[in-house]
Nanobody, 116 residues
């Protein structure tokens, strides 16, 4: 499984950004996809996840009500729409996939910067 992340960038507090992740390769083995983030000096943390069939989205408490994860089966792509951004959302965002065999795959990170 290969993951290609795109999007992100710079936004002001209260603004919006989106990131997307294109999966390729053995996508039939994917069970769940999602996003993690890592801020400077902090550990990588879970942000949001969704099953490969697009059900059961789940979110970290810190982003509930502000971020929305979705997927497009036809495009093998998972999206993360980020609204009401806060400076503490600033981080490198990583796409993640977990397979039926419980293998983990990571995409390259994409930087999200929120200015106050």
């Amino acid at each position: 499984v290969q993951l290609q992340a795109s999007g992100g960038g710079l936004a002001q507090a209260g603004g919006s950004l989106s990131v997307s992740c294109l999966a390729s390769g053995r996508t039939g083995s994917i069970y769940q996809m999602g996003w993690f983030r890592q801020a400077p000096g902090k550990e990588r943390e879970f942000v949001a996840g969704i099953s490969w069939w697009g059900v059961n989205p789940n979110y970290a408490d810190s982003v509930k009500g502000r971020f929305t994860i979705s997927r497009d089966n036809a495009k093998n792509t998972v999206y993360l729409q980020m609204n009401s951004l806060k400076p503490e959302d600033t981080a490198v965002y990583y796409c993640h996939a977990n397979t039926i065999a419980n293998r983990n795959y990571w995409g390259q990170g994409t930087l999200v910067t929120v200015s106050s």
